[in-house]
């Protein structure tokens, strides 16, 4: 416990954490249940880390147990000013959680809308901002992103320092990378400094023949992507991995691939 990961160092030496989103324009692919197995994964390991949830579908939350009902206050009263990081911070299985509900998909129409042009001159990096109140405080902060072309997942790209795509192995999931990094390079091009650090297969099912054919033809096709690589980590559809997620009781005793998934990814021991 207690090591310290290899994180960039500002002129006076402050370390900044790693900001990392699980992103796909294709839902039903793992991001949730990948977030926060990585997150309790990295606490395992002894790394101080923090999930922030912009899926207005609030999943993190009853990840980790908790009631969505119950959060007075959210990851979107941060981004529109009427709350700091440090009010909606809640803690379980020793990760540091800043949630969302279903407030979050007025972000769009809040911070777009005419009259309020001046109260958000730059709505697209208010995650960026508010990420700035607690970014020396954890070697990773990973964000929970959702499917949709929309102001949360714009302002999680912006403020992330990488991104992890899953995949699952079937035709329409796989289009959902293309999508995805057509979005990401967009963001890319015009001067935001952000790393695909690579193509995560999920909830592969060993007897499937199909999962096996297209994780083939994935790494055959990525392997011809120098800047895009797949894992060689794949995690497997595991009934205990809905059941801990189900009970919101995350365990990563019992989803020991994401544990691999970690060492890998960030090359740590």
Not at 60 to 70: E, P
Not at 119 to 142: E, M, V, W
Not at 210 to 224: G, I, P, T, Y
């Amino acid at each position: 416990m207690g090591k310290h990961s290899k994180t960039s160092n500002t002129a006076n030496n402050t370390k900044t954490a790693r900001i990392i989103s699980v992103a796909s324009q294709k839902g039903g692919v793992g991001k949730t249940a990948t977030v926060t197995n990585m997150a309790v994964g990295l606490v395992s390991l002894g790394y101080k880390t923090a999930i922030i949830d912009m899926d207005a579908q609030g999943h993190i939350a009853l990840s980790f147990g908790i009631k969505k009902i119950d959060l007075k206050k959210t990851i979107y009263n941060v981004l529109i000013g009427e709350a700091k990081m440090s009010d909606i911070k809640q803690n379980a299985f020793g990760v540091d959680l800043y949630l969302s509900n279903s407030s979050l998909s007025d972000l769009g129409p809040k911070v777009m809308a005419h009259q309020n042009v001046k109260l958000f001159p730059a709505p697209k990096y208010l995650l960026r901002k508010a990420i700035s109140q607690i970014k020396t405080q954890y070697d990773y902060i990973l964000i929970d992103t959702s499917p949709s072309n929309d102001m949360p997942i714009i302002n999680s790209l912006l403020a992330s320092t990488d991104i992890i795509i899953p995949v699952l192995p079937e035709g329409l999931s796989i289009d959902g990378i293309y999508e995805t990094i057509l979005l990401i390079k967009g963001i890319q091009e015009q001067g935001t400094k952000i790393n695909i650090l690579g193509v995560l297969p999920t909830m592969v099912q060993d007897h499937t023949n199909l999962h096996h054919v297209k994780l083939q033809e994935l790494r055959k096709e990525f392997a011809e992507t120098p800047d895009i690589k797949v894992f060689d980590t794949v995690i497997k559809r595991a009934i205990r991995h809905g059941i801990a997620q189900t009970h919101g009781e995350p365990d990563i005793n019992k989803a020991p691939e994401y544990l691999s998934f970690v060492k890998e990814v960030f090359a740590i021991a």
